[in-house]
């Protein structure tokens, strides 16, 4: 589910919650939960159906600066397809 202009959503099953007690976001599905990472975070919080690969990849380079944007690419790729693969976004 990865090609560039593809446009990552979340599945309507998934949920984007900040849970105060562990200060962490987590994304929430039926009957589970995933603790996400800053980086991760972020990620989904740009699978709006909005912007492409690409344009994911591109703002958090920016955000990530020191980062290289083969990195980032890198990381972001992997985990659409890892969320993908667990149906928890699809092209929007």
């Known amino acids: 589910m ?3 202009q593809t446009r990552p959503r979340l599945a309507s099953k ?3 919650r900040f849970d105060r007690k562990s200060g962490r976001h987590m ?3 039926p009957e589970r939960g995933l603790v996400l990472n800053a980086t991760a ?3 989904v919080r740009l699978c709006t159906g909005e912007h492409t690969v690409d344009e994911i990849i591109d703002r958090l380079t920016a955000q ?3 980062a290289p ?3 980032i690419e890198s990381q972001v790729r992997d985990f659409l397809r890892a969320m993908a693969d667990r149906g ?3 092209d929007g």
């Open 14 to 16: 998934a949920r984007l």
């Open 69 to 71: 944007r083969e990195a």
């Open 41 to 43: 975070t972020d990620i």
């Open 88 to 90: 928890l976004v699809h």
């Open 27 to 29: 994304l929430l599905y």
């Open 2 to 4: 990865t090609p560039t």
């Open 64 to 66: 990530y600066g020191s």
